[in-house]
């Protein structure tokens, strides 16, 4: 009895911090979508104006005057071929290290997040340069690769590193070779650490605009590069912004949706440790 | 950009027809089928860009691809190909006021001076404002065509100037007393607002400095705390601190924008480029009135700078770049662009039926006008150091304005150390 | 079907030497059992034998063939180990096709063996579970059921057993006598359990620090241990030690005490004796011992006293109802005493 | 465990590594060599560049801006880590506890990091204005007087860290979600068998066993940290007098505004010498934590 009040008043106690959390989180994403349905004075306007009409201007004017879509497909192909460059290299790597409990390769992949973005500029555009490879989709999405790479090596380190030693020794006396025993046990094992791992180099590279800046060109300009059409003098269009952001937030948002239901808890592990 | 806007700029298009019509004898066609690209600034001088391209690629077979950028970013991809010697940038907008030396020193425009000999009948280079020509030639090479003037410009709330029974300030010195007095009436209103933002200010406070009687360098060294000078920082600090928003120490176009725009300032001292914005959603369009700065012990010296269009040295497409340039800096197209906010270069514009139509619309644009007219005559496109290395002088003054603003030092113990900085680099002791 | 061999084995680990060179014989379809107090390198040394460590030198033969290089599946070993490593993504079914499924057999065969298996195990119901649907029990039986299907010539255990509770421990105990017994697989089984040695082994393999302290029947480490280790080890409650001076046909105790002992010669040494064998005697004759403690265990009795410094336990008839405080007096059979000798520790015959 | 491995499987484990850091030293080796040439170098825009030995190094060491920004980063780096691993985890917890919360909700929950950095700048720098922001309009219902937010020196770092922290946490949720996630619910039912207090099961058990996922979340989240430049270039752009001034901030400016890109290239090696330094002792922490 004294154990269900208990337990009650932790749900309640749950429930106040869920939505607390969810207001702080959720308030500036809230703002950001109601502006893109106000005009550029609405959103500046003050008192803030909470009661308005809502104009789908905004929209339309980037259906209209930005190639939305295409800048949409260059992201997708960009910082999809990021994300899976990413996991192709960096799931082995993960794996390796954590069986061998080296650590210098994971470190070493993430020298590039080590230094200033800037830094790679000049040197990265005079040798894309050198191969011709300015404003291609391969030179975006090595770049972005390098971003997306480090993520999905360090997510999946600890998850590997949860996979009992002994199962996967298990798999090699029933004769996994040890790409087998990856990709049969490693695998499967850390799917819920893909699906974050995936979600996570999928959203940095998505949002990534400095490399593209230098080395995407006219047909291969990623949304975000885009997205600074809105931020001018003399012509920032709050509105225009806003609903851009917004749209922007989506493909990625849309992403993690779908693979949730690849993150169940619980999935594995519980059953063999212990 | 408004919707409105790009309306107004299409019907312009269409207008402008009959001033290309008799210009036969030019070979418009001679580059038809190359490529160019043009690296814009996102400003209503780069929409402008966007907005003629369709007419141009039409009239001379050139594909025209504008890459636009905010202005760090711009040239955040300009330095980095230019500093590989690499093409892809044909034309890029560029601030002569700002980087013109540093850039001419680097050897990154391509010499405009022999492509002006080679125009259709109806370029009438000479009426392009010859302050800006002047100033854009550097070493005898032309670095760039002007295709806009700016400056900053008080805007300002008639409304509230009546209301409160005050007018406009007649000199500088009047300022802190105007705005106590609207302070004094409408509480709840920003008497005053201007730039904060470090990096931002110059374009600003030069007029505050050129009014008061400075002048940056004199005799070689650094003019920044002269008498006229402290009382310049003083005067702008004081402003900012007293009169101004809270936080205007970070205070740039956006924020100022907005502030005037939904009528919590009286007054704000801003570029005349933010007009369109400012009036944005109509409700500061018939209550605004926009004059320049009042005139101080020094004068009235308001800063006016332009933005210029460049060919990148290293263009491989150098004719069809300069027929683009040609193009967007001709009286046709300037007439177009003065009905969208944009100042043309060319003084006899105004004149244009068009135009004069479009200026009688609202007593606001005609004051705006006015104002662009009087910085064109007398104004100065000294924003911070003449020196190749003006973007850094322009920090270090910056940050003596930021300080007084905050009240983290007095205007003397501000400025001297700005001036030791100022002094040596100068000198050209620091790289 | 499969002798193993070891010759000269090593094993390193950086600087640690766990097993100093070793050499040891299995013959086909001998269960062994390694056994020791833990550290003492008997899963290491399973684990060379399974693939699963590389040796730092020596050489290993299956079927007299060279192993050392060989995978785990080509060695065709099978294992099942302490936490029984069953893949928590596959199903009971899957867990136990799937080592079959990396022979490249075929589908029908597959089915074939795992429902045998699965018969065997009684684990048929639970072919479409998971793991972690299982109780412990269960799970122990998947992962032999794992093992099984494989029909491997050499069956390895790491200590399999330690996570059952005691009652289900004695049952799969005789579950896996049972099934060595009717596989006639080479079977090999890790425990530090000496009971669990002493039951399943056709040979008892005792390690201690790398090793090798004595090879042989559960009969012959029980009653002719090669060292005082071993007859420390083997046998529960553990053999009593009491420091003694041999004289002809007797020692003689710290406090004087003499007793009759077979095999003596001469100078010091450590009499060992287990409980079982101190022997009644009449009041005055033999060792004086003042009760401690008394464990009545049902089917007999433990009575710890002090010997001297030593404190002793022995094993009486359950009808002597002894008491706290009470004094015994005990003799040792004299033919079933051992002696070690004081500084090796090494049994004295 | 390493010792257990046959040569042959370390050597084809060592071929899974290949691929990855061939790939990251094909694409780093040459720009920061490249980075390390010129920050010996001095460059005058558009000519060539010539060889000055280590004046850059002496610049920078002699400077007080430089010092400034390494104490600016720092405050940021520990300020924003420190909140966003607390908030982060306690967000994985909730989101943990709540499996059935529907999956929309739950990705709108952690979709504030989906959001572009530039944008999250400018939308802040309109919700902390302090006369037209909404903050301080909401903030004034609770008769809290207004903040003059990203335009204190005092104020500007933590207002900084907390958009940080808000944009952030949901990333570093995610990560600890993954880690609780591999944990072994019997731990927790052991645990609570014994009858722990949930408090005590999470400093005791929980959180002892998620030490290798936070040093994940600690090490991602330290790079970007340490190089602290999106929010900041958009609202403040080091100011105001510097006191947002980070030293990526500064080298973005000796760079690429000022065209410095000899002393700018010093900067960025010392900047990542700085950031490689606390991930190597991070790393170490790595090694500490497994289990």
């Known amino acids: 009895m004294e154990r269900d009040q208990k337990s009650a008043a932790a749900r309640v106690l749950i429930a106040v911090l869920a939505i607390i959390a969810a207001a702080l989180i959720l308030t500036p994403l809230v703002w950001m979508v109601l502006s893109s349905f106000k005009s550029s004075d609405q959103v500046t306007a003050y008192p803030p104006s909470l009661l308005f009409r809502p104009t789908l201007a905004n929209y339309e004017n980037l259906a209209r005057t930005t190639s939305f879509l295409a800048y949409a497909r260059n992201s997708l192909i960009e910082s999809g071929g990021a994300t899976l ?94 790409l087998r025993s990856l990709w049969r046990i490693g695998l499967p094992l850390a799917r819920p650490g893909i699906v974050i791992a995936t979600i996570l180099s999928f959203v940095f590279s998505w949002n990534f605009f400095l490399f593209a800046l230098v080395l995407s060109d006219h047909s291969t300009k990623p949304l975000v590069v885009a997205a600074f059409n809105f931020i001018g003098e003399g012509s920032t269009d709050w509105g225009g912004l806003m609903a851009a952001a917004t749209l922007i937030t989506l493909p990625p948002l849309v992403l993690a949706i779908a693979v949730q239901r690849w993150l169940v808890a619980g999935l594995t592990l519980g059953a063999v440790k212990g | 950009m408004p919707s409105r806007l790009r309306l107004t700029l299409a019907a312009a298009g269409i207008l402008a027809m009959p001033f290309t019509a008799h210009a036969a004898a030019f070979n418009w066609q001679q580059y038809k089928g190359q490529t160019i690209h043009v690296l814009a600034d996102n400003n209503p001088v780069g929409h402008m860009i966007e907005t003629n391209r369709a007419a141009f690629e039409k009239k001379t077979g050139i594909k025209v691809e504008v890459d636009m950028f905010t202005e760090q970013q711009m040239r955040q991809r300009l330095v980095t190909v230019e500093d590989a010697r690499s093409d892809p940038v044909d034309v890029f907008m560029t601030l002569p006021s700002r980087e013109g030396l540093q850039f001419a020193k680097a050897g990154w425009y391509a010499d405009l001076t022999p492509l002006t000999k080679d125009v259709a009948p109806d370029y009438d280079f000479a009426g392009l404002s010859p302050a800006l020509i002047a100033a854009g030639t550097i070493d005898g090479h032309l670095t760039n065509i002007p295709v806009n003037i700016e400056g900053p410009a008080l805007y300002y709330r008639r409304d509230v100037f009546q209301k409160c029974g005050v007018a406009v300030p007649k000199t500088l010195g009047d300022l802190p007393a105007v705005a106590q007095k609207l302070r004094a009436c409408e509480p709840a209103m920003t008497p005053f607002v201007s730039r904060g933002l470090r990096d931002a200010l110059a374009y600003t406070y030069s007029v505050f400095f050129h009014n008061m009687g400075g002048q940056y360098v004199v005799n070689g060294k650094s003019g920044l705390c002269s008498s006229a000078g402290l ?6 600090g004081n402003m900012m601190k007293e009169y101004g928003p809270p936080g205007s120490v970070n205070y740039t176009f956006y924020q100022i924008s907005a502030l005037y725009r939904a009528g919590r300032a009286a007054m704000a001292f801003e570029s005349t480029n933010e007009l369109s914005n400012m009036m944005q959603g109509g409700a500061r369009l018939h209550d605004t009135g926009i004059t320049l700065l009042p005139p101080g012990p020094g004068g009235s010296h308001p800063t006016v700078i332009d933005w210029g269009l460049a060919i990148s040295t290293y263009s491989k497409h150098k004719g069809a770049a300069w027929l683009l340039i040609q193009y967007l800096s001709s009286p046709a197209v300037q007439a177009a662009n003065q009905l969208a906010g944009i100042a043309a270069p060319r003084a006899d514009i105004a004149s244009q039926p068009a135009v004069k139509q479009w200026l009688a619309g609202a007593p606001v644009r005609q004051e705006w006008q006015n104002t662009l007219a009087e910085m064109a005559k007398t104004g100065t496109s000294e924003v911070g150091y003449p020196i190749a290395q003006n973007p850094l002088s322009r920090q270090y003054f910056g940050d003596a304005v930021d300080k007084v603003i905050l009240g983290a030092a007095t205007p003397q113990a501000a400025c001297a150390a700005a001036d030791t900085k100022l002094n040596a680099l100068i000198a050209g002791h620091a790289e | ?97 799937f080592g079959l499924e990396m022979r490249r057999m075929t589908r029908a065969e597959i089915d074939e063996r795992v429902r045998r298996a699965a018969r065997m195990l009684e684990i048929e119901p639970m072919l479409g579970r998971h793991p972690r649907a299982l109780s412990g029990g269960q799970r122990q039986r998947v992962a032999m059921g794992r093992a099984m299907v494989r029909d491997p010539s050499v069956f390895l255990f790491d200590e399999p057993l330690s996570n059952l509770d005691a009652q289900l421990r004695g049952q799969v105990r005789t579950e896996i ?137 022995a094993r009486v008839r359950p009808e002597t109802r002894p008491q706290p405080g009470q004094v015994l007096h005990f003799t040792v059979q004299p033919d079933r005493a051992h002696l070690f000798d004081t500084e090796s520790g090494a049994a004295m015959r | 465990m390493s010792t257990s491995l046959s040569s042959r499987q370390r050597g084809v484990l060592a071929l899974l590594s290949v691929p990855a850091v061939g790939f990251t030293v094909l694409m780093v080796a040459f720009p920061v060599a490249y980075t390390l040439w010129l920050s010996f170098r001095a460059t005058p825009l558009g000519h060539a560049s010539h060889f000055i030995g280590t004046a850059n190094y002496a610049r920078l060491l002699h400077s007080a801006d430089f010092w400034n920004s390494i104490r600016v980063s720092l405050l940021l780096y520990v300020l924003s880590l420190a909140m966003e691993l607390v908030c982060g985890t306690a967000l994985a917890l909730l989101l943990f506890r709540m499996q059935r919360m529907p999956a929309i909700l739950r990705s709108i929950l952690i979709s504030p990091f989906m959001v572009p950095p ?64 591999s944990l072994p619910p019997s731990v927790y039912e052991a645990a609570r068998i014994d009858g722990a207090p949930p408090h005590r099961v999470f400093w005791r058990i929980t959180l002892p066993l998620l030490r290798p996922t936070l040093v994940t979340a600690l090490i991602l989240r330290s790079v970007d940290l340490l190089r602290f430049f999106d929010i900041i270039y958009v609202t403040t752009q080091g100011g105001p007098l510097n006191a947002s001034n980070t030293l990526n901030i500064f080298t973005f400016h000796i760079g690429f505004e000022l065209f410095q890109f000899g002393y700018a290239s010093a900067l960025a090696v010392t900047l990542t010498a700085l950031v490689f330094g606390v991930v190597l002792a991070l790393n170490q922490l790595r090694r500490a934590v497994a289990w």
């Not at chain 3, 390193?12 to 003492?40: K, M, N, Q, T, Y």
Request: overall charge negative.
């Open chain 3, 177 to 313: 006598k049972a099934l060595s017994q009717r596989l006639r697989t080479t079977m090999i089984f890790v425990t530090h359990d000496q009971v669990e040695a002493m039951t399943m082994a056709d040979r008892i393999v005792v390690l201690q620090r790398g090793v090798i302290q004595q090879v042989g029947t559960p009969e012959e480490v029980y009653e002719q241990p090669a060292n005082r280790f071993v007859a420390g080890f083997i046998g529960a409650p553990a053999m009593n030690f009491l420091p003694v001076t041999q004289e002809h046909g007797a020692v003689r105790l710290g406090n004087g005490t003499a007793l009759r002992v077979d095999h003596t010669r001469s100078g010091p040494a450590i009499l060992g004796v287990r409980p079982e064998h101190f022997v009644a005697a009449p009041p005055g004759q033999g060792l004086a011992a003042e009760l401690l403690l008394v464990e009545p265990l049902g089917s007999d009795t433990l009575v710890h006293f002090m010997a001297g410094e030593v404190r002793c336990i």
């Open chain 2, 231 to 236: 009382a310049a920082l003083s005067l702008y």
């Open chain 1, 85 to 178: 460059l990413g996991l192709l290299l960096g799931i082995p790597a993960a794996y390796a290290a954590s069986v061998t409990r080296a650590s210098w390769p994971a470190l070493a992949t993430l020298s590039a997040r080590m230094a200033p973005g800037t830094l790679f500029l000049v040197p990265w555009y005079l040798a894309f340069r050198d191969f011709n490879l300015i404003g291609s989709y391969t030179a975006l999405i090595l770049t972005q690769g390098v971003i997306a790479l480090p993520i999905v090596i360090w997510v999946l380190l600890p998850v590997f590193d949860a996979i009992p030693r002994s199962v996967l020794e298990a798999a090699q006396v029933d004769g996994c070779g040890v």
């Open chain 3, 1 to 97: 079907m499969a002798s193993i061999s070891l010759r000269g084995v090593e094993k390193r680990f950086g600087a640690v030497e766990v097993i100093p060179s070793l050499d040891l014989d299995i013959e086909d379809h001998e269960f062994v059992v390694f056994v020791g107090p833990s550290g003492c390198g008997k899963s290491t040394l399973l684990r060379i034998i399974a693939g699963l460590e590389p040796v730092s030198a020596g050489e290993l033969r299956f079927a007299g063939e060279r192993a050392n290089e060989k995978s785990p599946a080509q060695r065709n070993v099978a294992m099942v180990f302490q936490d029984y490593a069953l893949y928590p993504h596959m199903t009971v079914y899957q867990n136990m096709a």
């Open chain 4, 118 to 181: 530039v944008v999250v700048g400018m939308m802040f720098l309109i919700i902390l204005d302090p006369t037209i922001g909404v903050a301080n309009w909401v903030l004034g219902w609770f008769g809290i007087a207004p903040s003059a937010w990203l335009a204190s020196p005092m104020g500007v770092i933590p207002t900084i860290a907390l958009i940080d922290t808000w944009q952030w946490t949901p990333f570093v949720a995610l990560i600890v979600l993954g880690g609780l996630q």
